[in-house]
């Protein structure tokens, strides 16, 4: 069964927006900052220690709120982008086991039931640390949420070896987490 990626990519930016603004609303009354409206620069030195640098800097600077945020929104806009990168590889991979090839092997269908407990526990690490203040455990649950992402991935290279069907959503999945770390960082540093 093939994937329409387009139909997912059309929901993905409103539910971004829609996330973002309920943690905004919930939040605003308990933070207590400078609100310091970030730069393209700050964009481009966050950008600067990812393995994309053009995805990042394209991710973020398209992404509506970039430019109204203060660096905690920044750091929330990028949990909010890998949490719904990993609620479509998690649905994918749900096609994929139930709806997908009924010629599947038995390796391959125990791989993608796997890999689907693996997105369940990298959204529930993602989610987690949206909903945190601190900085250090928004790290590590994100760090938490990349290894149970590439434990997924890393399935389907255990013999017999056969091709991971995440493809770029999975690509895309771990840029999204490395620029989450990478703007958590200079946030923590």
């Not at 993905?12 to 603004?21: A, E, G, K, R, S």
Request: hydrophobic letters at 40%.
């Amino acid at each position: 069964m093939a994937f329409d990626n387009n139909s997912a990519n059309c929901v993905l930016p409103l539910m971004v927006i829609w996330l973002l603004l309920i943690h905004s609303s919930s939040y605003a009354s308990t933070l207590v900052t400078t609100h310091i409206h970030i730069s393209y620069k700050i964009v481009d030195a966050i950008c600067q220690v990812t393995p994309n640098q053009e995805f990042c800097k394209t991710t973020l600077k398209n992404f509506p709120r970039t430019k109204q945020a203060d660096m905690h929104e920044l750091g929330v806009i990028t949990i909010i982008l890998a949490t719904e990168q990993a609620r479509l590889n998690k649905y994918v991979v749900d096609q994929l086991l139930h709806g997908g090839d009924q010629g599947a092997d038995d390796v391959a269908k125990n791989d993608l039931s796997n890999c689907l407990s693996d997105y369940t526990v990298t959204l529930g690490k993602l989610q987690g640390a949206y909903r945190l203040s601190d900085n250090k455990g928004m790290i590590k649950l994100v760090n938490d949420a990349m290894k149970m992402t590439k434990k997924c991935e890393y399935r389907f290279q255990k013999p017999p070896t056969r091709p991971f069907p995440l493809g770029d959503n999975q690509q895309k999945m771990v840029l999204l987490n490395d620029i989450a770390l990478a703007t958590l960082d200079l946030l923590d540093g």
